[in-house]
């Protein structure tokens, strides 16, 4: 038998008393309604949860126009519900129970906040600098390099700017190599994730500091750093008031990523040429096939050793995200935790991915820390996104940590990461509230073999 998890017992009581509340939510408006009505309240509010929640995974693998009428059953669902209760004169019994549901909620968060997660990065003296040599990507993140005159800003600072403007494409590697054989002892970059990321492989190697410039579309990573993205001038004030924050950088067949690598249906979108014009078209016309499984090849992951076969999607992060994460959209509370963070989904049924949209189920879904994911396939090349890049790679594929192996340089003024704010996970929930033991997620049922 395995060991009991120890929680605190104050974890155990708020989901206790989430339940409670939950519970309280629901009995309000049936007592007001009397047994008669009770009946038709309970088949009605079930109906309702169900029909939306199915109508929202309509929505991700139907197209045209099922797909919206998907959308407006899942809209329309819930204030059906609203109007009939309304209709039954139980407006004020409909309030206090949306009251007991928002004072659940609160409970909920509290029991799913787990130890240490507000805990910052450590921080270490800024070293001394002579030569800091900066590439800057003038089209990234529609020309921020150019709206807030950053290359003057960091010359004045007494840095080296190499602007990525061709003609034709720029070798980024080659271009840090050199600085570095020049005497460059501080690498940046003012630009996307993937050239942050390529950038910061070469400092890792040299055991140089690297100075992240909020200047990409997204930029994720200078995020999870506690950077300002609006703000991208801020980022230079490291150069003469910085400190020193040591993250983890994971590997992917040899290639540095300072966010993610994802597999499967992510990466099939990230692939389609249309993907940088239009994110969310490309995402919603391809998704049907992909969910379906009739696009891409078929995987097989081991996560440190568990195998699951078939999944649709696998997101290898560097450092985990969130539990209610699925997609790598969130963020890191922190960059130093020496563990990559996967996440495989592999949803066999409608009523599987039903179960995986409403968090009321594990069944299909592997997410745990890890620290080696190797995914392999069919095919001797399959489709990767590192980054948010596409790219093709050799099967099988290894994404491994390297715990602590980037020195960043960060202004000691910045913004910083909020606390995580944990999600409502109900399978978690039950485990602490009757004192379950939370065993390790269990592979999908794919993993058995079909």
Partial sequence: MPAIEQVPETRRWWARGAYVALLLAVAVPLVAAGLAGTIALVITGLGAVLVAVAAIYWFLISRGFLRWCALALAVLAPLVVLALYVQASLLREVVI?????????????????????????????????RHAFLVMNPRSGGGKVVKFDLKRKAEELGAEVALLEGPGQVDVDALARQAVERGADLLGVAGGDGTQALVAGIAAEHNLPFLVISAGTRNHFALDLGLDREDPTGCLDALRDGVELHVDLGKINGRTFVNNSSFGVYAEVVQ??????????TVLQMLPDLIKGHKGARLRALVDGATVDGPQAVLVSNGPYGSNDLAGLGRRTRLDRGVLGAVALSAASTREAVGLLRRATKRGLIQRPAAEVVVDADVPEIPVGVDGEALLMSTPVRCSI???????????????VPPAQPSLDLVRLRELAWGRHPTAPAAPASAAGR
Avoid: H, I
């Fill in 97 to 129: 129970a949306l009251a007991l549901a928002f004072l659940a909620l609160v409970c909920a968060r509290a029991a799913l906040r787990e130890r240490g997660e507000g805990k910052a990065m450590a921080e270490y003296p800024a070293p001394t600098w």
């Fill in 272 to 281: 389609s040429p249309e993907y940088r014009e239009d994110k969310t078209g």
């Fill in 402 to 416: 390297e715990p602590r192996a980037l020195r960043v340089l960060v202004p000691q003024n910045r913004p910083g």
